[in-house]
């Protein structure tokens, strides 16, 4: 039987050493995954797996894309990430402009774990936004063009 375990950095290290993933930590020992742009999807994505909010108990994850895009196509990717947002649960996608001209869409989910849980459902969550971002990559990429 699953037992409930408090959530943290312990859960997100079993979550990628289960899937034998590849990943850095940063200063507050949140971690980090890079994937490499491929055939199907020509977009590298970095992938954060956090531990947030003032108690710690919120589990943060953000896939930006390497992928920039200048400003005449910012219209069309608010509007692709609008369209996403009414017809997918998650990740959420939204645009975030830069300083120098540039912007670049992020998708994230949070999920708010202070009583603990499964490592089952957790890793259960993960891989629904994980196989999320690569659909929206997939989705922006191919069916809208941009």
Request: proline letters at 3%.
């Amino acid at each position: 039987m699953a037992v409930i375990e408090p959530f943290g950095h312990p859960m997100i290290k079993a979550y990628l050493k289960a899937r034998d993933v590849r990943y850095l930590t940063d200063q507050d020992g949140d971690f980090l995954v890079q994937f490499a742009a491929e055939d199907a999807i020509d977009v590298g994505i970095q992938i954060r797996l956090m531990v947030t909010g003032e108690e710690q108990d919120i589990y943060s994850l953000a896939a930006i894309g390497d992928r920039q895009f200048r400003q005449p196509e910012w219209r069309d990717c608010i509007l692709s990430c609008n369209e996403w947002n009414r017809d997918r649960r998650w990740p959420k996608a939204y645009f975030q402009e830069r300083d120098d001209d540039r912007g670049l869409i992020v998708l994230d989910a949070h999920f708010l774990l202070g009583p603990g849980l499964h490592q089952e459902l957790f890793n259960t969550f993960t891989d629904s936004v994980l196989a999320g971002a690569f659909q929206f990559w997939e989705w922006l990429l191919n069916e809208k063009e941009l």
